[in-house]
């Protein structure tokens, strides 16, 4: 063979070998690429910060339950309330976007007892979510360890609307905010236990803060302890036994019937007779029989929340019960002031 053509020839199967070899380096690289991917996410995941994090989706009932949520789960968790403040929790109609919401939920916590039996079950059935369903990991129910009152012995519809398991009211009075609280920090950490030591102290946080508010409204209504008063319906027990008030009667003749004359002309008696002077009642009842009682008897209607958000003023549990706590001290004096 002659010489030109072995030196082609040998230039060919260099340029072969090379390309082989440069296929076979770049097949290799991939493969570690590949495998070294894993490792990649996983390493910017926890570099990220908890909010950059996906958080928990948490549903509640209640604003007021929303709030408490909020305060234990921190920026882990992103919370909302079917139920508005100034809503009768009784009575809120289910609508798609709630069943739409409770079916990416992670978590749903609800007052419990009989409060909201009329809309609550057929949004969680439709959902479709089986971690939010009784029993589930994501169900919790707020009312668990709440020393409940006015638990009725025996039921009858001459009674009126009767809570066969107990005045289901709890959260109005600020003690059973700690009983809330822990029942939501154990669901919590169910659902998310390596957020354990985060939810915790967070936890301990709000129990620091709601205990120093305890007192201090406490103090603000001591010199009015045993004062009676006059509620339109039977909602306040909690409230009434929290700071150690009297609600001597009731507008309405038993709970949910509407005031009649006859009822109106007791309170009227009532609150002449007993120097009776203050009225409460909530945003979602309208005012007219108690505006119509103090113009005969004297006195004056004071609306309380029943609810976080029930005014525009009222963001946290905690506002909650500073504006109603200064609405009644602002009663009282006025009426020691005549």
Same mark, same amino acid.
């Given at each position: 063979?002659?010489? @030109? ?45 908890? !909010? ?17 949520v ?6 882990r ?6 139920a ?39 949004l969680?059935?439709? !959902?479709?979510?089986?971690s939010?369903?009784?029993?589930? !990991? ?100 909690y ?46 009842f ?9 113009? @005969? ?18 963001v ?23």
């Amino acid at each position: 063979m002659p010489t @030109s053509t072995r030196l082609v020839t040998s230039e060919k199967l260099n340029k072969g070998k090379l390309k082989t070899r440069t296929i076979e380096l770049k097949r290799k690289m991939k493969m570690l690429e590949n495998r070294s991917l894993p490792v990649i996410v996983l390493l910017v995941l926890l570099a990220l910060p908890a !909010s950059a994090q996906s958080k928990l989706d948490v549903v509640t009932t209640l604003p007021d339950l929303q709030n408490i949520v909020e305060s234990i789960g921190g920026e882990r968790v992103e919370a909302s309330s079917i139920a508005t403040g100034y809503q009768n929790p009784h009575f809120v109609d289910p609508k798609p976007s709630h069943i739409r919401k409770l079916s990416r939920a992670d978590m749903f916590v609800t007052v419990g007892l009989d409060l909201t039996t009329g809309w609550v079950p057929p949004l969680l059935t439709s !959902s479709r979510n089986s971690s939010i369903q009784p029993g589930g !990991s994501g169900y919790i129910d707020a009312s668990v360890n709440v020393p409940l009152l006015q638990v009725p012995s025996s039921v009858s519809r001459e009674q009126g609307d009767i809570h066969v398991f107990g005045n289901p009211h709890y959260w109005l009075d600020p003690a059973i905010g700690h009983v809330i609280a822990h029942n939501i920090f154990d669901g919590l950490v169910r659902i998310q236990p390596e957020s354990e030591d985060y939810f915790r102290a967070n936890l301990e946080a709000f129990d620091t803060a709601l205990d120093a508010k305890i007192v201090e409204w406490q103090e603000m209504m001591a010199p009015f302890a045993g004062t009676d008063i006059i509620a339109y319906h039977n909602q306040w027990p909690y409230f009434e036994t929290a700071f150690d008030l009297r609600i001597a009667e009731f507008l309405e003749p038993k709970p949910g019937i509407p005031p009649t004359p006859s009822q109106l002309a007791k309170v009227i008696d009532m609150m002449e007779g007993q120097n009776i002077d203050v009225i409460i009642i909530s945003p979602y009842f309208k005012a007219d029989s108690a505006e119509l009682v103090v113009r @005969s008897a004297g006195g004056q209607v004071v609306t309380l929340a029943t609810s976080v958000a029930a005014f525009d003023e009222i963001v946290t549990y905690f506002d909650l019960f500073d504006y109603n706590v200064n609405a009644l001290v602002n009663a009282f004096s006025a009426k020691a002031g005549d």
